[in-house]
């Protein structure tokens, strides 16, 4: 697996007023117009690099800040290609078998919010670490947002050329990446809970679960949804990987599939999506055997119904206070 450390500029409308509602009926605040990637290979070495200028479509006349901050002009983007075009050379180019690394957690949601208005297949796009929030962890830093000139600062690198180029950028943040325990920092990104048998509780409809995990630590659904170890099923049984027959969603903020193990049959697979403390989202997982599964619902009173918010803490909090 290789990593790519992504870093993007974007135009931004010159008031609220003045911008572009997405499919998802949020408005459009930043607009792609320049990709930059340096791909770091295992050993963290600097493999190679990508930049592609992008011409925005929405909002062609450049924020005077963006002008500032990029030294870009609105002459270098008009001759540049589109989205749609530098996005297909930029997943060419990012191949296969490969993680995402960026400084703060915007950039990835912003790629996806471009690809989505665009109309675009975002499917490659798969999971992504705040490269930050690792420099914190293992620098022991505090506070949240800091500044890549400050991260830079911090670890005594020296950058010639000047931040807020998209590849200048990229190149920069990898070389904060390769001071850092990469691996480690994904592994420690995202927390997982597990419920030993004997705690394992019903659903709403009264059916009992045989597994229940929990993982948190995105800072996104969407990242959330994009980590692989958010989908991955194990059998309550053995332990072994489950072969999903694909996720459907099921209510707002939920997806339920059948899963199966070749010795142990088939698991009816649940997962909810979460946004729970700090903005930190959280994925709960509960899993079913097929026979418990397909018994029929069982009517619950109506009053606990209700208390949605209490459900978690197993016969605490039944009144109307809410729980932390
Ligand atoms: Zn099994």
Known sequence: MHYIVLDLEWNQPFSKERAVRLPSGRLLMSEVIQIGAVRLDEERRIADHFLSAVAPRYYRELHYKVKQLTGLSGKQLNGAPGLAEAAEAFREWCGEDFVFLSWSNMDLPILLENLELHGLDSGWVGAWYDLQQIFNVQTNSTGGQKSLTAALEQLQIQ???????ALNDAFATARIAQRLDIPRGIREYY???ELPKGQLHKDAQGRQMCAYATLTGMATREQLWREPRTRALFCP??????????????????????????????FLCKLRLKNLKRSKWTAALSVYTQEE???????????????RGGRRGKGTARGGAKQK
């Not at 950058?159 to 180029?165: E, F, K, V």
């Not at 027959?245 to 339920?256: Q, V």
């Open 159 to 165: 950058i010639d050329t000047p931040l807020h180029d």
């Open 293 to 307: 599964a397909e018994k029929p619902a069982l009517l619950l009173p109506p009053k606990r119904r209700r208390s």
């Open 191 to 193: 927390q997982r809970g």
């Open 237 to 266: 049984e053995c332990g072994q990987g489950l072969r999903d027959e694909g996720w459907t969603p099921a209510g707002e903020d939920g997806y339920t599939t059948w899963a199966s193990c070749a010795e142990h049959g088939r």
